[in-house]
């Protein structure tokens, strides 16, 4: 026979719900952090979250407490049909969440300046200023049909649904997609940044922790959205130069062809690696002028604007908007001319998949 449960012992099992969901959602990647960015924005998840506790709390309380004092049967409790005002309570009211939205919005506005995007990091991690003198590693993320590309112009390679970055190194990544709006999201690294068809965005970031991690797009976009996630692996310096000279190795080229075929939608496509991509190919990405013979938007902007000098029209859309020139890996990536297919004398054939 089943032994009787008490109902008290039964309504206190039931109260422990909500504490084991708490703690079960501990270990979730947005409250567990491997980068700085990341790390800051939870702690900001904590702050507002304690912030609005300080009125949530009480109200909860009162209302319990209201309708047990103020109950029928309590002949006791003060009955004033006529009450209408309160100095001291009305202050209560309303200078209490007045001070918590003053409190929200100067959180608000400064974790917005500090936490911006497009804004150089200050620390790789707490106690651990940023050098200056040393440049943002730069990694161009690509949104596809449907799969992530990255490209790494430094390393002159390439990835698909696959991102591998050294520890404690700042990264910029440029952001931009090819058909429709996804929104690029590791939540273990810092915040969602939209991917946008013919503009460029931007994130600056920093993984402390090696490990294997997940990232994925955050804005539906059709059929293929649900399995348009990628690998983000946290490795060492050394580590990281060792896959970089391996995928140099193992890799095949990504030529213009193979560029287009790779932008024609597939769904759960594995992950796989290019030992070469062509000079600028981001930039002609965001200018949508990849296909040989395609204009470039930027080009078209010159034509549509006479009295605009030549080296203005060949800005890209992100350098008119934000007054910065194409880096120096991107070169002459804005001029429609068709992209070459030949491998540089480094690289080797052979896609491997994973």
Known sequence: MCEHVPLSRRLGSLALLPLIGLLSGCQR???????????????LIYASTVLMLIIIIP?????????????????????????HHSTALELVIWSIPLLIIICLGAL???STHLLDPFRRLDRISEGQPINRAEAPMV?????????????YPEQNIATVNELVLPVDREVRFDITSTNMMNTFYA?????????MP?????????LNRPGEYEGF????????????????????????????SQTQATGTNLTTESYLQLEKPTEKHPATLFSAA??????????????????????????????????????????????????????????PVPLSNEPPAAGASGVVQR
């Open 198 to 206: 013919g503009m460029q965005s931007q994130l600056h970031a920093v």
């Open 278 to 335: 062509p000079a600028g190919l981001f930039n002609r990405i965001v200018n949508r002028c990849v296909a040989p013979g395609t204009t470039c938007i930027a080009e078209q902007m010159r034509h549509h604007k006479p009295g605009v000098p030549a080296e203005a029209g060949e800005r890209g859309p992100h350098g008119a908007a934000h007054g910065q020139a194409p880096s120096a890996q991107e070169g002459d990536a804005l001029r």
């Open 29 to 43: 990647a947005v409250l567990n952090p491997a980068g700085d960015i990341a790390l800051q924005q939870r702690d």
């Open 217 to 244: 797009s955050a804005n539906y976009s059709g059929a293929g959205f649900s399995d348009m996630r990628f690998r983000l692996v946290g490795v060492e310096p050394a580590a990281f130069d060792q896959w970089v």
């Open 108 to 110: 608000t506005w400064s």
């Open 59 to 83: 109200v909860l309380v009162m209302i319990v407490v209201f309708a047990w004092r103020y109950r029928a049967s309590n002949s006791k409790a003060t009955y004033a049909p006529g009450f």
């Open 139 to 151: 990694v161009q993320v690509v949104a596809m049909d449907w799969k992530w590309l990255f490209i």
């Open 187 to 195: 939540p273990t690294l810092a915040g969602m940044i939209y991917a």
